[in-house]
């Protein structure tokens, strides 16, 4: 756990106080006079973020972000025949907005495009 108070004039300033697991990652932060957590995460077995706050995160088998749903209701979608990390699709499940991905052949590294529907 941290603890770092910072300088006000004329009266005590802010303390936040920022605790760890056991990895080393942010769990918590708070803030004087406050019982409840500003910031709480929790990771998974593998160290993805499976909650910060309100948020919930889900992945698949490779890992890779599939849903956040708090604030923001997003969906990802990966191809399924290539491992290349890239997403293929994004759903915003809230305005229900669609979104395509796409790299050209002919040079993957340098362009690529998104289609918004």
Do not use: C, H
């Not at 080393?24 to 499976?50: D, H």
């Not at 990966?78 to 293929?88: A, C, K, R």
């Amino acid at each position: 756990m941290l603890t770092v108070k910072y300088p006000d004039v004329g009266s005590t300033g802010p303390t936040y106080t920022y605790a760890y697991d056991t990895m080393g990652r942010p769990i918590t932060l708070t803030g004087n006079n406050q019982n409840v957590p500003w910031v709480n995460a929790q990771y998974g077995l593998s160290g993805e973020l499976l909650s910060l706050n309100s948020e919930t995160r889900t992945y698949n088998s490779r890992l890779q972000l599939t849903r956040i749903i708090g604030g923001v209701n997003m969906e990802y979608r990966y191809s399924p025949t290539q491992n290349n990390g890239q997403i293929t699709q994004q759903k915003d499940w809230n305005t229900g907005a669609n979104g395509d991905f796409f790299m050209p052949r002919s040079s993957p590294s340098k362009t690529a495009g998104r289609n918004r529907s």
